[in-house]
């Protein structure tokens, strides 16, 4: 039998190089304010803004074997320039809006289901210009540890923190050649990360036969955040 598993966000980037993969075994549900790029998927569409609107209230499924929240932003300024609002949209959307989503879907979640959240490698590596979005990442890795506890052993509950990955998120950080070389010489893999590097762990971790795994805040990021190659 076909798993139901629900991706907020699934349009672009990291959710949509999910839903592609997921989608070929499982009953996917992409909840997302666009369907763009979602034509030919075997998916089905709910629209959905986690902002402004509340799950629950959409034609979900009455019981879940998968949630992945993948909304997100990259802010990357100085933080005497930055400016309150900035840090109140970042947390909105990476962890206020996940937590509003995951409260109305919480009960509807089978007995040994998975969910996995997206965090940053700049929560547990100092990164100047990172305030506001290692803040909002780092609610989501306190959050998630919490979660897992409560919940266990019905719910896993795990969370990414990738390096730069290129999607439509980073293109302004990745918007020539010379940009991705710096940004990839930074890395002890030599590359920054794509779409596939996330997912894959993603789905691994979505994996029943992976169940001994919970309350981890798992590095997909070429090393950045354990080797040091300067």
Not at 134 to 152: D, P, T
């Amino acid at each position: 039998m076909k798993k139901n598993i629900l991706l907020i966000g699934g349009s672009y980037g990291i959710g949509l190089e999910l839903a592609k993969k997921l989608s070929k075994d499982n009953q996917v549900f992409v909840a997302s304010r666009s369907n763009e790029n979602l034509s030919g998927l075997e998916v089905t569409h709910i629209p959905f803004n986690a902002l402004t609107e509340d799950i629950s209230e959409k034609a979900i499924p009455e019981k879940l074997d998968g949630f992945v929240y993948c909304p997100g932003s990259i802010n990357l300024k100085p933080f005497k320039t930055m400016g309150v609002e900035t840090i109140k949209n970042d947390m909105e959307i990476n962890f206020i809006g996940l937590a509003k989503t995951v409260k109305s879907i919480i009960n509807k979640m089978n007995e040994g289901s998975s969910m996995v959240f997206f965090s940053t490698v700049a929560v547990g590596t100092g990164m100047p210009f990172h305030t506001s979005v290692s803040a909002a990442k780092g609610a989501i890795e306190g959050f998630a540890r919490a979660l897992a506890a409560e919940y266990a052993p019905k719910v896993r509950v795990n969370v990414i923190a990738p390096s730069l990955v290129d999607t439509p998120l980073s293109e302004r950080l990745l918007s020539n050649d010379k940009k991705k070389e710096m940004m990839s010489a930074r890395h002890p893999m030599k590359r920054v990360g794509n779409t596939a590097d996330i997912a894959n762990m993603a789905s691994f971790l979505l994996d029943s036969n992976n169940s001994w795994i919970t309350g981890q805040v798992i590095g997909v990021d070429g090393g950045m955040s354990s080797l040091n190659i300067s």
